[in-house]
């Protein structure tokens, strides 16, 4: 099996979740990824979706954040109130597992607006769960397509802005913070070269000194990844 | 309980200038209610709502909405919601005001409003931009700690219209699955109305019900398959494919006005 772009970045997040953890999970290429570890190597992990599913084990990727099948395999169902301040805020969620339109060197993340928020450019949903998630979880996983539009040197706006650690998993590579909180390439993806991670990148984009290749995904990483899609 | 149509029920609780909030998040989005204030041409409304979803899309683009306050205005997992983007980026069919907070904040002004607070106060929109352009976020200081918090006004709704799988006779309301903010936004609003699947002898009980006493409810109205293509557990399913579908029919203005007149009225 060969993997694509958005397999290999799909799976690269998996493996960031460790297992065991009480992780909360934005829909989309997070959620994906979460139910892959989950799936995998994290089968103790408890994964939490805003809805107010806690410990949701869907054999099929949810479309939404609250599909029937995330509350039918629930351990508890709870309300929203509850899943952010009883669950999120009160400190309980190990890793947040995040999208975005936009990110900036440190990691800060834009889903609001491009251009002027006044007169947008482009009007995107807006903060929904991160800015809190981003605060509150302990550490935060991000993934995000890889090009000059998503990395950027300024945000039009600020949505979220990560405290914890995080690292951030694209279609090119990795990239972890160093000791000021800067992103620096510490991986590329099979057949990526630095280069072209640092030309998908609107800032100039630091490198480590050994960049890493990511090991490519198993067959039965691909395997369960695709089944969990085509469910 | 007394016996009253959708349509007498939208007419006497909804005014034209009214705050209005339709929860359900993701599951029991009352669609039918919501189609009737379009068929009742309701003018000038604050629509609240954390997620938009297709519902407020709609409202939004037969011009139903002055203003708009909101979490999250996404067709969630397929992408935008075309009639508030071209109403924000736009102002087409006419500009639209919002106020924009984040889901934390939403259910806490919720709670803050069920609760007869004048605010609410949370750990969040730390650093974030949200601040500076919505005024409806302040902060305050812990008078025990010395914390700096987050303080978001109550939200007090003119009406509230939620959905339901069950009433029972005299009006009692009993919804499970995933609950969202919908207790919260009855007890915070001046009036209620609630559509429900069913209206049964009595409750079945439900893994994670909640149920709401007839007496903090003004409506309870039949509304079978309600909040199509939303869900009701138990009862039908999303129809994820048409949340897909509503990308392609929202996207032009004109093949939105019609699928309206012919599938609203």
Known sequence: MTATTDEIMTVAAARELRDGVLCFVGIGLPSAAANLARATHAPNCTLIYESGTIGAKPTRLPLSIGDGELADT?????????????????????????????????????TTVVGDYA????????????????????????????????????????????????????????????????????????????????????????????????????????????ALHAA | MREISLAEAVAELVRDGDSVALEGFTHLIPVAAAHEIIRQRRRDLTLIRMTPDLIYDQLIGMGCARKLV???????????????????????????EIEEHSHAGMANRYVAGASGLPFAVLRGYLGTDLAKVTPTIRTVTCPFTGEELAAVPALNPDVAIVHAQQADRRGNVAFWGITGVQKEVVLAAKRALVTVEEIVDEIEPHHGQVVL??????????????????????????????????????????TFATWMREHVG
């Open chain 2, 70 to 96: 909101f979490s999250w205005g996404g067709n969630p997992g397929v992408g935008s919601l075309h009639r508030f983007r071209d109403a924000i980026e736009h102002g087409y069919p006419h500009p639209l």
């Open chain 1, 74 to 110: 629930a351990d508890a169902l709870v309300s929203v109130p509850e899943i952010f301040n009883y669950w999120l805020q009160a400190g309980r969620v190990d890793v947040g597992f995040l999208g975005a339109a936009q990110i900036d060197r440190f990691g800060n993340l834009n």
């Open chain 2, 213 to 254: 006493p007839s007496i903090a409810v003004d409506a309870v109205v039949k509304a079978e398959r309600g909040a199509y293509p939303s869900y009701a557990h138990g009862y039908y399913d999303r129809d994820n494919a048409f949340y897909r579908e509503w990308d392609a029919i929202s996207r032009d203005r004109d």
């Open chain 1, 119 to 226: 007169d947008p450019k482009v009007r995107l949903p807006g903060a929904g769960g991160a800015p809190e998630i981003a605060a509150s979880a302990k550490e935060v996983i991000m993934v995000l397509r890889h090009n000059t539009r998503a990395f950027v040197e300024r945000l039009s706006f600020v949505t979220s802005v990560v405290k914890g650690p995080r690292v951030v998993l694209t279609d090119l590579g990795v990239l972890r913070p160093d000791e000021t909180g800067e992103l620096v390439l510490v991986a590329v993806h099979p057949n990526v070269t630095v280069e072209q991670a640092k030309a998908a990148t609107g800032w100039d984009l630091r490198v480590a000194a050994e960049v890493a290749v990511t090991e490519p995904p198993t067959e039965k990483e691909l395997s369960v990844l695709r």
